[in-house]
């Protein structure tokens, strides 16, 4: 089952030098079930395609359906809703509110959600203790690592149980093992039958961790291979 199904998918920034075309008709795919990375050189396309898939950027023409909805065409209360309630959000550089502690951090997706405060606590805090992290529960961001801020981060996102996780370049500011263990943590979680995981990366450290890679060039997408991740699953 496709999450994510994209055809002929253009956008075009206006820019002091004249209109600057990032895609140019993209045809791409998210399965449920399967984490599926988004690669390419910087400047590519590939924020500006999870952009629109996520509904933060509008003006993008083809189409855009997550999980049998038409982003596009949702007006913006609407859409705003359809946001809160099915993505999840996982930033290279964290995005964490730097007064709140990890658990509270974790929480706000629920509270937004519609949770009572005491009850998005204690899901976040299950949450927490299911990736190792309940000792740093109430640290505030300062006073953890890069890995542990990105823990928390996924946490975050996969709160409110969303069906279309979306990451961009969640490894770019760890060192090598700490980016491993934040993908293979992302994959545990993510990867389920209801749910899209994409990964935007240029980090090929991590390219093991995906079940298809699709290649971006230039706004175009220029090849789709199975990844690693899969070559493994269908040999068990």
Sequence with gaps: MNGVMCRSVEHVFKTSAGPLKVLKGVDFDAEAGRLTMLVGPSGCGKTTLISIIAGLLRGASGTVRVFDE???ALPAGRLVAFRR???GFVFQQYNLLAGLTAAENAAVPLVGAGAPWPAALDRARALLDRIEMTPHADKLPRQLSGGQQQRVAIARALAHEPRLL?????TAALDGKSG?????????L??????AAIVVTHDPRVYAFADRVAHMEDGKLVKVEAGQACAASDQT
Excluded: K, W, Y
């Design 70 to 72: 038409d982003v596009a």
């Design 85 to 87: 309630r099915n993505v």
């Design 166 to 170: 979306l990451c961009d370049e969640p």
């Design 180 to 188: 491993r263990a934040v993908m293979a943590l992302l994959r545990s």
């Design 190 to 195: 993510a990867v389920r039958p209801g749910r």
